[in-house]
């Protein structure tokens, strides 16, 4: 004799109103999240301006009151009403000596504007003598900034260069770049950034 | 009665253990040099450039210019939580800090072991006291209704 198990019986298919009640509500859960996912990357794009990330982006720029390698004093609140761009450098980085030609011609042609941008330098690490005989030799007569206990440095929250920030009229952050740049990347940078006003 | 008489020493142990955590989260350790201060913070703070190495341990051109920052605060009268605070908010983008700060919703990694660690000492006390209370093998008030229904159907024959 052998037992004959009934196979259970299968649930009843759901009617087809909730079956597409179902569908309905699962597209549009999908939609949404698509939706929101559109949103939050386009504005990411649009708000960050490529530009690295710092807390300070749209905010004052930290105090800069140095002594540059020619013995002249600088502050960079002194410079409101014009846009700086300020470089982060030493001579014994490789980046930044490739970079170097592509800051003379990006201040070559910035001085030649009525509303030009002003560059300056912030040396950490480096000697007075190695900074003015790497100008010496490959021009530049932008300020230099000595910044030999790193103040400035921490300030900004650089910890490696070549980096460069620019900063606008109104002494704000506006960009940053922890990677080499071009004179012809930073000009597209600045104009794109006097667009959107100071 | 032999529990009222464990109680005291319990609640003497709880004390105790209230009054060391209490010291240990508090304690200021004393006066403390600038130099001191400095290295304390120094080995609360990763080097931004390196890997698994705190500002202290770090011979970086990045990390000494963090120390003398620290430095630098610390002679102008700052708290070590403003400075840690400072330099944190200076890198945010790379997470500075190697111990969470005690304060706002970081405030819970601390907090938040404490509590599990009391709610679990007080489920397993739970658990324990009623392994007690109730032995097995004991008979229950639903093993006395059902015998009592059999003898009542026994009695009716």
């Known amino acids: 004799m052998v037992d004959v198990v009934e196979p259970p019986a299968a649930d009843p298919a759901p009617p087809p109103a909730r079956r597409g009640r179902t569908v309905l509500f699962t597209a549009l859960g999908v939609a949404v999240a698509l939706a929101v996912l559109v949103v939050v990357f386009s504005q990411a794009r649009s708000g960050s301006r490529d530009t690295a990330k710092t807390p300070l982006l749209d905010q004052p720029a930290p105090a800069v009151r140095e002594t540059t390698i020619a013995g002249q004093p600088f502050d960079l609140s002194q410079r409101k009403g014009s846009w700086v761009v300020v470089n982060f450098f030493g001579t014994w980085c490789p980046p930044c000596v490739q970079e170097h030609p592509e800051l003379l011609r990006f201040a070559t042609a910035q001085a030649q504007q009525l509303d030009g941008a002003e560059l300056v330098t912030v040396v950490n690490n480096d000697t007075v003598e190695n900074v003015r005989d790497f100008f010496t030799d490959h021009g530049g007569n932008w300020p230099v900034l000595q910044d030999p206990n790193g103040e400035v440095y921490v300030s900004f929250g650089v910890s490696k260069v070549p980096e460069t920030w620019i900063i606008d009229p109104n002494g704000y952050v506006r960009f940053r770049s922890i990677a080499s740049v071009t004179a012809d990347g930073l000009t597209a940078v600045l104009n794109r950034l006097k667009g959107e006003g100071p | ?157």
Request: proline share 4%.
């Open chain 2, 1 to 157: 009665m032999s529990v009222l008489k464990r109680w005291p020493g319990w609640l003497l142990m709880a004390v105790v253990l209230a009054a060391f955590l209490t010291i240990g989260a508090t304690r200021a350790g004393g006066a403390r040099s600038n130099a001191e201060r400095v290295d304390a913070i120094a080995k609360t703070i990763k080097c931004p450039i390196c890997r698994s190495e705190s500002v202290y341990d770090s011979k970086a051109q990045a990390s000494q210019n963090i120390r003398d920052e620290i430095a630098r605060q610390v002679a102008t009268g700052r708290t070590d939580g403003e400075i840690r605070s400072y330099i944190n908010d200076r890198f945010q983008d790379q997470g500075l800090l190697l111990v969470p700060p005690k304060t706002g919703i970081d405030s819970l990694v601390w907090v938040l072991p404490v509590v599990v660690v009391v709610l679990a000492a007080g489920g397993l006390a739970v658990a324990f006291r009623r392994w007690r209370v109730a032995p097995a093998g004991g008979v229950s008030e639903d093993d006395r209704s059902l015998v009592e229904a059999y003898r009542r159907g026994h009695d009716d024959h």
